[in-house]
């Protein structure tokens, strides 16, 4: 194989590296050449290694994922009827909270909506969305109090034996 002067002196013309040019050197500027095109292909699928990499982003729960809920037997710290439009419960809420932090300042709280039976789906998906909305307010009124979101755990039960909407607030 013999060696081309013509494409010696095209890479050392054209190739520069800010003020040191690659002068008389067309091997090692060919060298150069092949090493950088090596390294873009070789690193072309690699992505940049940061905190998300190993602790990830959390996606928000899809409405069909609900969380397990507490069993029947736990008495709610306070319930809050949604039968009525707009019902006035901050008040309580911050009492109840204030008082449950008082006894142990690392307390977690579950805020479950509670649904009625339905008699169809088209019913029960409207009552689902309603009572995530319930749900989502009370939780958001609780990091209004300061609660921090991991500490708030949301969850939908269907409850046969209820008559209207509801939101219980368990201490967890």
Same mark, same amino acid.
């Given at each position: ?5 013509? #494409?010696?002196?095209? +890479?050392? %013309?054209?190739?520069?590296? !800010?003020?040191?040019?690659? !002068?008389?050197?067309? /091997? ?5 050449? =092949?090493?950088?095109?090596?390294? &873009?292909?070789? &690193?072309? !699928? =690699? ?21 397990? %809920? ?6 709610? *710290? ?13 008040? &309580?809420? $911050? ?7 008082? $006894? ?6 579950? /805020? /479950? ?17 309603? !009572? ?9 009124? *609780?990091?209004?109090?300061? +609660?921090?979101?991991?500490? /708030? +755990? &949301?969850?939908?039960? +269907? ?11 368990? #201490?967890?």
């Amino acid at each position: 194989m013999r060696f081309d002067h013509r #494409v010696a002196r095209w +890479i050392t %013309t054209t190739w520069s590296l !800010g003020h040191w040019s690659l !002068g008389r050197r067309p /091997v090692v500027a060919a060298g150069i050449a =092949c090493g950088g095109a090596a390294a &873009l292909v070789l &690193l072309d !699928g =690699c992505a940049l290694v940061d905190q998300r990499t190993f602790a990830g982003t959390p996606e928000p729960p899809a409405p069909a994922q609900v969380a397990a %809920t507490p069993d029947a037997a736990r008495t709610p *710290l306070i319930s809050i009827g949604f039968d009525r439009p707009d019902p006035h419960y901050q008040e &309580l809420l $911050r009492y109840a909270v204030a008082q449950a932090m008082l $006894r142990r300042p690392d307390v977690a709280f579950d /805020v /479950v909506a509670v649904l009625p039976k339905s008699d169809t789906q088209t019913q029960a998906d409207d009552r689902l969305t309603q !009572g995530q909305t319930d749900a989502l307010a009370v939780a958001s009124a *609780l990091r209004g109090q300061g +609660i921090p979101a991991d500490r /708030v +755990i &949301l969850g939908v039960r +269907i409850d046969p034996a209820a008559k209207g909407r509801e939101v219980r607030v368990y #201490v967890h």
